[in-house]
């Protein structure tokens, strides 16, 4: 929560203002059942018709008053509760701009979107809620109850006892419901996710013909949403019914009691039937309370969320802005260990070597054998648990991210394209870019095609996640996006594996042809994309088996020897 | 003409909804006069409270003979609307939650017969929605809506009739007042919805913005475009800050503004009031009646100008659930469908065409001859057919001209459920439910035994990293496989069919993302399973489909070149170029 007062700070006069002028708009409707009364024990006792019109023209300029500080209460309300959750969202969006990849991959993406979206949302209705009613309902409640006092000590004694029960009653029915709608939540969520597997795997299913299981499965699942909703539905469809008997009973107890002190002398018709109206008041605002500390605890819940993620520490930056791109070895590692935030054991471990300035690395090896993890370490975006990287003769954990991954370009496997036109994705790597650079990236990258097939060619709009775009297209045109950057070190992993064979030993021969030539890392399962690079390290279970030419590891290296002869085998016999 | 069609379609949307609510029909009389108790009731408390009032004259004039029954009689009316209130609640839950249950499984039981063309061309994410989203709009606006709008205008009739007895110029300056909260509510709902589609729409473009961004955060940062990114993201903030700012004020002023108008008919009935009562027209009791009844008669009309709005959406959810449900399943299989059992694997393509569009011919006149337990390999560049033909295989699409024929049977004449039975498939996505590691290898066969499962899963290679998971076989996969990598996805997708061996394989790049040595060991497991089967083989590394019996290049939707890899290779012709082009060197 502090983080969303710090930032209401900022509209600290609106969240001021706001509740207010509803305290002043509930102050005025509190004084007509007393002009009622008026109208009662002092116009019609006396006939006085001047009188009444005169109350009655007090009761409409009473009105008049109250609706004009709602609007002005409303509008600040509005403006400090939107205000302030836009300026939250974006803080939360840079905050998550700054998280490192350990962090981001703990999260995962759709729990991101969903404090970005849903859960802002959440933080600004309650806010909103809370400036313009949180005051005001208990505001009401108990000015009701002091303005019964005022009236008659005696009969009052009635709203003092009837207000807390009223309140326990409300608030046990809420609170025994909330966890159990999270129950239905929960239900509901399982529809869910089965309707969508059965829609996502409908091939699988229907090819193994599992129609019936995927059926009964649902409707057990959608039973089970029944129950849980019907059980819940019992107790909050007590809420109307148990109030409504409540407050009619303290009603006759108090004309009860009114009547006797009339009897008595102490008070006026007419003041019964004020003592009345207030206690009608009173049910109206406690049924609005309880909605509104429902929604206030979602919004409390939804902005602790948040925090939670605004509290995550930053990546860590290192100060050296300066790199020596002339020194003698672009990248080294140090006996490099890395484990993950949440896993077990080591995804590397122990890994040394020294790659020169303009050499290309092939890293080859199996499945989870720690081939990404080991490249992803050169422009930081995992810090090494033990031993040290450098680049450029820098611990990368020293140089300014920005400084180095300006220098380091990478092509992940799955890097996404994002929507806007093919131009726009490969200046994403660099805005300033030249066209002819465009060009120069898009031609090594062995893009040209790709573009050259589209009508709009560069400007052909991307879709989301470039679906539009094939797999391969996709790949070449990540690539290209890359090298426009001119980065010095490039990474490609496993960025070539949806090219055919003959494209991906064209972009080989384009990328060795480049002037001045870049350091380059080549990830790949296949020996065929690595077995010219100066020097290939061999990973299994994060460890190196293997460092060396493809020759010397042909002698050398059981696991390539294997690696190799399980593809060549089956290609050449 | 449209009109027409309109009606149609509405007079549809209510048989559907009429047949939904059918079996309930019991509940919901019992509701509607349950509430019609309750209305009744709440309308005569405060007739009695104001008869008690003109019994408290003044000291020592109070009347407690005569109060006390109204009193007693008033406790024993409240505790019986409360009942009947509470009752019918319960009531609804059961029709609101027993409907949606009811049309929701009834839509994924349709689902079930769509045919494939169908779901590829509709986004699962919309599908879900309409069974999930639009099954609760329609039965939550609708039957509430319905209850609503009933106790609603029950309360107003109620109220009016009420008053009637008292007074008839009360009752009309009541009468004439009241309506005008409803316009002036009508008003500002009219000027807000456009700010509040500007809203939404500000709103979905950001969310698809954050979504698109969040999911590529990891590209951003590897470029350094954290600041760009923000930059953009300001651009639709600002905006939506804007335009939330102004749809949030002046949605909010529709409650004052209507209690400002029920002021001013109070303080119309206050005045009218008192006035006859100095005449003696009306008591003083009665003016109280008039005051709560004053108090309480806008408030359904506010909630029944809700109500009205929210029937219209539950009305246009009922009409998207009625396009789902009404959509025509794939064809029944016929009567005299033959069920395929043992299949010997004879698959001959005789003709065969085929486009998912008209307008776009994919497969044009295909023949192939296909002997039980040979191996056929195809081979081509993305998007050349290759998937389509396993498409058809299958009878996800049925073929447009042509025939397939499976041991001499046209496939049209099988059972699908036999057909698809005669067949394992591995895909290239590889699909895994959320549950366990066990349920997911059974899925093609539930009967088999966890020694079965086990041998199956060694088999695929994927025993030893399943003993490595946090419960071994029962660790429960997460939605999509997501704690496991692609190539173990991959492997579990496979020991799905080495558990149940059908007599023909379709491997659709299989092993894609398994790493070679791995591959390499899967593939002997492969062809000990594949040996005596017919099998159809997808692949664009030419190397694991060399000793196929025919190898079938396609480009564009044709078979540009068949035959066996030596053939091919001597022809010289496009997979002669594919095949070498693997082995160019730097």
């Given at each position: 929560?502090?983080?969303v007062?710090?930032y209401?700070?900022?509209?600290?006069?609106?969240?001021?203002?706001?509740?207010l002028?509803?305290?002043?708009?509930?102050?005025?409707?509190l004084?007509?059942?007393?002009?009622?009364?008026?109208?009662?024990?002092?116009?019609?006792?006396n006939?006085?018709?001047?009188h009444?019109?005169?109350?009655?023209?007090?009761?409409?300029a009473l009105?008049?008053?109250?609706?004009?500080?709602?609007?002005?209460?409303?509008?600040?309300?509005?403006?400090?509760?939107?205000?302030?959750?836009?300026?939250?969202?974006?803080?939360?969006?840079?905050?998550?701009?700054?998280?490192?990849?350990?962090?981001?991959?703990?999260?995962?993406?759709?729990?991101?979107?969903?404090?970005?979206?849903?859960?802002?949302?959440?933080?600004?209705?309650?806010?909103?809620?809370?400036?313009?009613?949180?005051?005001?309902?208990?505001?009401?409640v108990?000015?009701?109850?002091?303005?019964?006092f005022?009236?008659?000590?005696?009969?009052?004694?009635?709203f003092?006892?009837?207000?807390?029960?009223?309140?326990?009653?409300?608030?046990?029915?809420?609170?025994?419901?909330?966890?159990?709608?999270?129950?239905?939540?929960?239900?509901?969520?399982?529809?869910?996710?089965?309707?969508?597997e059965n829609?996502?795997?409908?091939?699988?299913?229907?090819?193994?013909?599992?129609?019936?299981?995927?059926?009964?499965?649902?409707?057990?699942?959608?039973?089970?949403?029944?129950a849980?909703?019907?059980?819940?539905?019992?107790?909050?469809?007590?809420?109307?019914?148990?109030t409504?008997?409540?407050?009619?009973?303290?009603a006759?107890?108090l004309?009860?009691?009114?009547?006797?002190?009339?009897?008595?002398?102490?008070?006026e018709t007419?003041?019964?039937?004020?003592?009345?109206?207030?206690?009608?008041?009173?049910?109206?605002?406690?049924?609005?309370?309880?909605?509104?500390?429902?929604?206030?605890t979602?919004?409390?819940a939804?902005?602790?969320?948040?925090?939670?993620?605004?509290?995550?520490?930053?990546?860590?930056?290192?100060?050296?802005?300066?790199?020596?791109?002339?020194?003698e070895?672009?990248v080294?590692?140090?006996?490099?260990?890395?484990?993950?935030?949440?896993?077990?054991?080591?995804?590397?471990?122990?890994?040394?070597?020294?790659?020169?300035r303009?050499?290309?690395?092939?890293?080859?090896?199996?499945?989870?054998?720690?081939?990404?993890?080991?490249?992803?370490?050169?422009?930081?975006?995992?810090?090494?648990?033990?031993?040290?990287v450098?680049?450029?003769?820098?611990?990368?954990n020293?140089?300014?991210?920005?400084?180095?991954?300006?220098?380091?370009?990478?092509?992940?496997?799955?890097?996404?394209?994002?929507?806007?036109?093919?131009?726009?994705?490969i200046?994403?790597?660099?805005?300033?870019?030249?066209?002819?650079?465009?060009?120069?990236?898009?031609?090594t990258?062995?893009?040209?095609d790709?573009?050259a097939?589209?009508?709009?060619?560069?400007?052909?709009?991307?879709?989301?996640?470039?679906?539009?775009?094939?797999?391969?297209?996709?790949?070449?045109?990540?690539?290209?996006?890359?090298?426009?950057?001119g980065?010095?070190?490039?990474?490609?992993?496993?960025?070539s594996?949806?090219?055919?064979?003959?494209t991906?030993?064209?972009l080989?021969?384009?990328?060795?042809a480049?002037?001045?030539?870049?350091?380059?890392?080549?990830v790949?399962?296949?020996?065929?994309?690595?077995?010219?690079?100066?020097m290939?390290?061999?990973?299994?279970d994060?460890?190196c088996?293997?460092?060396?030419?493809h020759?010397?590891?042909?002698?050398?290296?059981?696991?390539y020897?294997?690696?190799h002869d399980?593809q060549?085998?089956?290609?050449?016999? | 003409m449209?009109?027409?069609?309109?009606t149609?379609?509405?007079?549809?949307?209510?048989?559907?909804?009429?047949?939904?609510?059918?079996?309930y029909?019991?509940?919901?009389?019992?509701s509607?006069?349950?509430?019609?108790?309750?209305v009744?009731?709440t309308?005569?408390?405060?007739?009695?409270?104001?008869?008690?009032?003109?019994n408290?004259?003044?000291?020592?004039?109070?009347?407690?003979?005569?109060?006390?029954?109204?009193?007693?009689?008033?406790v024993?009316?409240?505790?019986?609307?409360?009942?009947?209130?509470?009752?019918?609640?319960?009531?609804?839950?059961?029709?609101?939650?027993?409907?949606?249950?009811?049309?929701?499984?009834?839509?994924?039981?349709?689902?079930?017969?769509?045919?494939?063309?169908?779901?590829d061309?509709?986004?699962?994410?919309?599908?879900?929605?309409?069974?999930?989203?639009?099954?609760?709009?329609?039965?939550?606006?609708?039957?509430?809506?319905?209850?609503?709008?009933?106790?609603?205008?029950?309360?107003?009739?109620?109220?009016?009739?009420?008053?009637?007895?008292?007074?008839?110029?009360?009752?009309?300056?009541v009468a004439?007042?009241?309506?005008?909260?409803?316009?002036?509510?009508?008003?500002?709902?009219g000027?807000?919805?456009?700010?509040?589609r500007?809203?939404?729409?500000?709103?979905?473009?950001?969310?698809?913005?954050?979504?698109?961004?969040?999911?590529?955060q990891?590209?951003?940062?590897s470029?350094?475009?954290?600041?760009?990114?923000?930059g953009?993201?300001?651009?639709?903030?600002?905006?939506?800050?804007?335009?939330?700012?102004?749809?949030?004020?002046?949605?909010?002023?529709?409650?004052?503004?209507t209690?400002?108008?029920n002021?001013v008919?109070?303080?119309?009935?206050?005045?009218?009031?008192?006035?006859?009562?100095?005449?003696?027209?009306?008591?003083?009791?009665?003016?109280?009646?008039?005051?709560?009844?004053?108090?309480?008669?806008?408030?359904?009309?506010?909630?029944?100008s809700?109500?009205?709005?929210?029937?219209g959406?539950?009305?246009?959810?009922?009409?998207?659930?009625?396009?789902?449900?009404?959509?025509?399943?794939?064809?029944?299989?016929?009567?005299?469908a033959v069920?395929?059992?043992?299949?010997?694997?004879?698959?001959?393509f005789?003709?065969?065409s085929?486009?998912?569009?008209?307008?776009?011919p994919?497969?044009?006149d295909?023949?192939?001859d296909?002997r039980?337990?040979?191996?056929?390999?195809?081979?081509?560049?993305?998007?050349?057919?290759?998937?389509?033909?396993?498409?058809?295989?299958?009878?996800?699409?049925?073929?447009?001209g042509?025939?397939?024929?499976?041991?001499g049977?046209?496939?049209?004449?099988?059972?699908?459920?036999?057909?698809?039975?005669?067949?394992?498939?591995?895909?290239?996505?590889?699909?895994?439910?959320?549950?366990?590691?066990?349920?997911?290898?059974?899925?093609?066969?539930?009967?088999?035994t966890?020694?079965?499962?086990v041998?199956?899963?060694?088999?695929?290679?994927?025993?030893?990293?399943?003993?490595?998971?946090?419960?071994?076989?029962?660790?429960?996969?997460?939605?999509?496989?997501?704690?496991?990598?692609q190539?173990?996805?991959q492997l579990?997708?496979?020991?799905?069919?080495?558990?149940?061996?059908?007599?023909?394989?379709?491997?659709?790049?299989?092993?894609s993302?398994?790493?070679?040595?791995?591959?390499?060991?899967i593939?002997?497991?492969?062809?000990?399973?594949?040996?005596?089967?017919?099998?159809?083989?997808?692949?664009h590394?030419?190397?694991?489909?060399?000793?196929?019996?025919?190898?079938?290049?396609?480009?564009?939707?044709?078979i540009?070149?068949?035959?066996t890899?030596?053939?091919?290779?001597?022809?010289?012709?496009?997979?002669?170029?594919?095949?070498?082009?693997?082995?160019?060197?730097?």
């Amino acid at each position: 929560m502090r983080q969303v007062f710090h930032y209401l700070r900022s509209y600290l006069k609106e969240s001021l203002l706001g509740p207010l002028f509803k305290l002043l708009e509930a102050t005025f409707e509190l004084f007509v059942p007393l002009v009622v009364a008026d109208i009662v024990d002092v116009g019609i006792k006396n006939g006085d018709r001047t009188h009444i019109v005169w109350m009655a023209v007090l009761m409409v300029a009473l009105g008049v008053i109250g609706l004009s500080c709602t609007v002005a209460a409303q509008y600040f309300a509005a403006k400090a509760s939107v205000g302030c959750t836009s300026k939250l969202r974006r803080a939360l969006f840079r905050h998550i701009g700054k998280l490192d990849y350990s962090t981001l991959d703990g999260l995962g993406t759709s729990t991101m979107v969903t404090r970005l979206t849903s859960d802002m949302n959440q933080v600004e209705t309650g806010l909103n809620l809370t400036l313009r009613l949180l005051l005001r309902s208990p505001f009401v409640v108990f000015g009701a109850m002091v303005m019964a006092f005022t009236i008659d000590a005696h009969a009052a004694s009635v709203f003092a006892v009837t207000i807390p029960v009223l309140a326990l009653a409300v608030f046990a029915i809420m609170l025994v419901s909330i966890p159990l709608y999270k129950k239905v939540q929960q239900a509901l969520d399982k529809v869910l996710l089965s309707a969508r597997e059965n829609l996502l795997g409908v091939r699988v299913l229907r090819a193994f013909g599992r129609e019936a299981d995927e059926i009964a499965e649902f409707e057990k699942r959608g039973d089970a949403l029944a129950a849980s909703q019907r059980f819940v539905g019992r107790i909050s469809a007590l809420l109307n019914p148990l109030t409504f008997v409540l407050i009619n009973l303290a009603a006759v107890v108090l004309v009860y009691v009114g009547a006797l002190r009339v009897d008595a002398g102490m008070i006026e018709t007419g003041e019964v039937i004020a003592l009345y109206n207030y206690m009608s008041q009173i049910l109206v605002e406690l049924v609005k309370l309880a909605n509104l500390i429902i929604n206030v605890t979602r919004s409390v819940a939804s902005a602790n969320r948040i925090e939670s993620i605004i509290m995550l520490p930053e990546e860590e930056n290192g100060c050296v802005t300066e790199l020596d791109v002339n020194a003698e070895y672009a990248v080294e590692f140090d006996r490099v260990s890395l484990r993950y935030k949440n896993g077990g054991s080591d995804a590397l471990s122990d890994i040394s070597f020294r790659v020169r300035r303009g050499q290309t690395v092939g890293i080859i090896g199996g499945t989870g054998s720690g081939k990404s993890s080991l490249v992803n370490m050169i422009p930081a975006f995992y810090p090494a648990t033990a031993g040290v990287v450098r680049v450029y003769g820098e611990n990368v954990n020293d140089i300014d991210r920005g400084t180095l991954r300006r220098r380091v370009a990478v092509v992940s496997q799955g890097a996404p394209l994002f929507r806007g036109t093919v131009r726009d994705n490969i200046l994403f790597g660099r805005p300033d870019a030249t066209d002819a650079e465009v060009a120069s990236a898009v031609k090594t990258a062995q893009a040209a095609d790709v573009i050259a097939s589209k009508d709009g060619g560069l400007d052909e709009p991307v879709e989301r996640g470039g679906v539009n775009f094939s797999g391969g297209q996709r790949q070449r045109l990540t690539i290209a996006r890359a090298l426009v950057t001119g980065a010095d070190i490039l990474i490609l992993d496993d960025s070539s594996s949806a090219l055919d064979f003959a494209t991906d030993a064209a972009l080989r021969a384009s990328l060795a042809a480049l002037e001045p030539k870049p350091t380059v890392f080549v990830v790949s399962q296949r020996t065929s994309s690595i077995m010219h690079a100066d020097m290939i390290i061999v990973l299994d279970d994060g460890e190196c088996v293997g460092m060396g030419t493809h020759e010397e590891l042909l002698a050398s290296c059981a696991v390539y020897r294997e690696i190799h002869d399980s593809q060549r085998k089956e290609a050449s016999a | 003409m449209k009109k027409s069609r309109n009606t149609a379609e509405n007079s549809r949307t209510w048989k559907f909804i009429f047949r939904a609510i059918k079996p309930y029909m019991i509940h919901i009389a019992a509701s509607v006069l349950l509430s019609a108790v309750t209305v009744v009731l709440t309308l005569l408390i405060p007739i009695r409270i104001g008869s008690v009032v003109d019994n408290i004259i003044g000291e020592g004039k109070v009347n407690f003979d005569a109060i006390m029954p109204i009193l007693y009689g008033t406790v024993i009316m409240a505790a019986v609307a409360g009942a009947a209130q509470w009752i019918s609640g319960m009531l609804n839950n059961r029709v609101v939650y027993g409907v949606v249950r009811d049309v929701r499984c009834a839509a994924h039981r349709h689902i079930q017969t769509l045919p494939l063309s169908y779901l590829d061309s509709h986004p699962a994410g919309e599908i879900v929605s309409r069974l999930v989203a639009d099954a609760d709009k329609f039965s939550d606006g609708l039957l509430l809506g319905f209850t609503q709008l009933f106790t609603g205008v029950l309360t107003v009739i109620g109220t009016l009739l009420f008053m009637l007895t008292i007074n008839v110029w009360i009752t009309l300056a009541v009468a004439v007042l009241t309506p005008m909260s409803i316009f002036v509510a009508k008003f500002i709902a009219g000027r807000t919805y456009s700010m509040f589609r500007r809203q939404s729409e500000v709103r979905g473009e950001m969310t698809s913005y954050i979504d698109e961004m969040i999911a590529g955060q990891k590209t951003v940062k590897s470029f350094c475009r954290e600041e760009m990114t923000l930059g953009e993201f300001d651009g639709i903030n600002d905006r939506l800050t804007k335009c939330s700012v102004s749809a949030i004020f002046f949605s909010s002023l529709t409650n004052p503004t209507t209690r400002f108008l029920n002021a001013v008919v109070y303080a119309a009935v206050a005045l009218t009031g008192a006035l006859t009562a100095i005449g003696g027209g009306i008591s003083v009791g009665m003016l109280t009646s008039f005051l709560s009844y004053a108090n309480q008669y806008s408030k359904p009309f506010n909630e029944i100008s809700g109500v009205v709005t929210e029937l219209g959406a539950s009305l246009a959810s009922a009409a998207r659930l009625l396009e789902l449900t009404g959509e025509a399943p794939e064809a029944p299989d016929g009567d005299g469908a033959v069920t395929l059992t043992d299949a010997a694997g004879d698959v001959s393509f005789d003709h065969i065409s085929f486009s998912y569009t008209p307008e776009r011919p994919l497969i044009r006149d295909v023949n192939i001859d296909v002997r039980a337990g040979q191996h056929i390999a195809i081979v081509g560049p993305t998007g050349c057919g290759k998937t389509t033909l396993i498409n058809l295989l299958l009878r996800f699409y049925d073929v447009t001209g042509g025939k397939i024929t499976v041991d001499g049977h046209d496939i049209r004449s099988v059972t699908r459920h036999s057909l698809r039975a005669s067949y394992g498939m591995v895909l290239q996505d590889t699909w895994i439910k959320s549950c366990t590691v066990r349920e997911n290898i059974k899925l093609g066969r539930p009967d088999a035994t966890d020694e079965e499962m086990v041998a199956a899963a060694r088999a695929a290679h994927a025993d030893g990293f399943i003993r490595r998971l946090p419960h071994g076989y029962d660790t429960m996969l997460g939605e999509g496989g997501e704690s496991l990598s692609q190539g173990q996805r991959q492997l579990l997708s496979i020991s799905r069919i080495m558990l149940s061996i059908p007599p023909i394989l379709i491997l659709d790049e299989a092993t894609s993302s398994i790493d070679t040595r791995t591959e390499a060991r899967i593939s002997r497991a492969f062809t000990k399973m594949m040996a005596g089967r017919t099998a159809f083989i997808v692949a664009h590394r030419l190397s694991t489909v060399r000793g196929s019996d025919l190898i079938l290049v396609m480009r564009d939707g044709d078979i540009i070149e068949q035959g066996t890899h030596e053939e091919l290779l001597a022809r010289g012709g496009f997979y002669r170029h594919l095949w070498e082009s693997q082995f160019a060197a730097v």
